[in-house]
């Protein structure tokens, strides 16, 4: 039986990614991954700047810079038309520019298998990172003292037993580990069949240099009910992925597919079509993300539509989120409290998510084609569809916080709706501001606590009482008012995920710490 401190079922960005947060923290993690290569469908394009400032904090942000698919340039922004592609109607749609100041990172856009690849690469430059390619959990036990998974040789059926501490599934909507731990879904069905295809196309390429500087593309279309035609980049001049309702009962071979391509773009196009995929539209939340020495992140937590670019991003704030707490606790500076503020602070905010963006596109979408077309009456279309060109306002309010978890204490409650801000807020993300000497702020945040702070004696009394605790601390300490002036507070707390902990409000530093690693909540 081989030992590990956490074992990681799912080998994809998610669990690749908490693997590398756990294993530069020095803790032994086991992946189980039963595909050798990534595999070459291309999703989870859109990355947001947060992710970004996670793939810096995984030391591999350069290389996911390397690995962008697009020529350097080439713009990665996102288009809304309506009827066809090449509508005349349209507006700019999901302009992460938006929000460029208040993270650290710019976004970029590339598909998960190269994501994938650039993780892969980091885990294996990292001792403590074990990964099983080519093997599947088949079994999974637990008990008090730690966790039990049986995995299968996907070639020649040999097994073996891996123990750890802690098991968390990152192995996707039909998570093995969910189910074996015991953990349900709830599911809202949306009722729709999507189909996912791959195709290649120079002539599309051609056809859209009219949108410059757009990588992604949404139509839509009275008779898909508020349901998107998206069409994305894969690269930049050929290869085209395009996500979109069919009926019920549909086939690989009962549809044209071309024919659907066609009608959506506006206009004959040459095409070839390498990949055709369907799956069922339908929003998912496990109803718990932790039980007892299990835990869920990724898609085994939460699935829904690709719309947006919701999914990847959210999970790698997963592995954020619990990678830093599963090591307090394995390291011993962290209570066992810690663990569950896991599922009090990240199932809200997907829950937020799913009905304050997501689901809320459907249904605003579908009202508005339900009550405008510019064949009816055009000025009345024309100045509704003006009215929707408002990006700016959504990437402004998709904000997830903490406010008012059992870390952060206070009024609220996590969500994923809120608003981008360089005032310094507990359970808010810390916003990157300069600092006297040419330094930025976080060019000080590591992977433990960071304090901020203008009074020297603050913080060293908050220094002593880490010590005590065997938190690791890193205090800075810049002139009067220069803290107050960037951020609105004297003194900020940090957490390792980069979320804030605290605001100078007068409480001890004793009370505070004790807080923030999950005792006397």
């Known amino acids: 039986m081989s030992n590990f401190d956490v074992i990681i079922a799912g080998g994809g960005p998610v669990g690749m990614g908490l693997a590398v947060e756990l294993g530069q923290r020095g803790i032994r993690v086991a992946v189980i991954e039963r595909h050798h290569q990534p595999q070459p469908i291309p999703k989870g394009q859109n990355l947001t700047q947060r992710t970004a400032e996670h793939f810096a904090a995984w030391g591999c942000e350069a290389e996911l810079r390397t690995a962008f698919p697009l020529p350097p340039g080439s713009g990665i922004g996102g288009l ?17 520019a938006h929000v460029r100041d208040f993270y650290r990172c710019a976004n970029a856009r590339l598909p998960q298998y190269a994501t994938e690849s650039v993780l892969r690469a980091r885990a294996a430059q990292i001792a403590e990172i074990t990964v099983f390619y080519g093997w599947s959990g088949v079994g999974f036990t637990q008990d008090t003292n730690g966790v039990r998974v049986e995995v299968e040789h996907a070639t020649d059926g040999t097994r073996q037993v891996l123990s750890a501490a802690y098991a968390v599934g990152c192995d996707g909507s039909r998570s093995f580990l969910r189910a074996a731990a015991g953990i349900e879904e ?33 139509v839509l279309h009275p008779d898909f009910e508020g349901y998107w035609q998206f069409f994305g980049r894969v690269d930049h001049g050929v290869s085209w992925f395009f996500h979109a309702p069919v009926p019920v009962g549909t086939t690989r071979d009962n549809h044209d ?22 799956w069922d539209l339908r929003v998912a939340i496990a109803n718990d993300y932790r039980k007892g020495r299990a ?34 606790v ?40 339900e009550t405008y077309n510019p064949d009816h009456d055009r000025a009345a279309f024309e100045a509704a569809w003006h009215s929707r060109n408002l990006d700016a306002d959504e990437v402004m309010a998709f904000a997830p916080h903490y406010e008012g978890s059992p870390l952060v204490g206070g009024a609220g ?26 330094a930025n702020s976080y060019d000080h945040l590591g992977t433990g606590f960071t304090l901020f702070v203008e009074d020297a004696a603050l913080g060293a009394a908050f220094a002593t009482c880490a010590d005590q605790m065997a938190l690791p601390l890193a ?7 220069v803290l107050t002036e960037a951020y609105e507070s004297p003194a900020i707390l940090v ?4 979320f804030v902990a605290w605001v100078e409000d007068g409480s001890a530093p004793q009370t505070v710490l004790h807080r923030v690693i999950g005792q006397g909540a």
């Open 413 to 438: 409650a996590p969500g994923a709706k809120g608003n981008h801000s360089h005032k310094a807020r507990p359970g808010h993300h810390l916003s990157p501001r300069d600092l006297p000497g040419g």
């Open 495 to 498: 957490r390792p995920d980069h």
């Open 475 to 481: 205090v800075v300490t810049v002139a009067k008012g």
């Open 257 to 278: 597919f071309e024919a659907m391509l066609t009608r959506a773009v506006g206009q004959p196009f040459a095409l070839e079509l390498d990949y055709v995929g369907l």
């Open 330 to 369: 394995i390291q011993g500076w962290g209570d066992e409290a810690l663990l569950d503020s896991y599922d009090a602070e990240r199932r809200p905010v997907f829950a937020s998510t799913a009905r304050d963006f997501i689901e809320r596109f459907i249904t605003e979408d579908r009202a508005f084609l």
């Open 186 to 218: 709830t599911l809202s069905d949306h009722n729709r069949v999507m189909a996912l295809l791959v195709f290649r196309s120079p002539e599309l390429h051609e056809l859209l240099k009219r949108y410059p500087g757009k990588a992604f593309y949404n």
């Open 80 to 96: 809304t038309t309506y009827g066809t592609l090449l509508s005349e109607h349209s507006y700019d749609w999901l302009n992460r």
């Open 295 to 328: 835990f869920v992140a990724g898609d085994a937590a939460h699935s829904h539509p690709p719309y947006g670019g919701y999914g990847i991003n959210t999970g790698f704030e997963d592995a954020r989120n619990l990678g830093w707490k599963l090591a307090a």
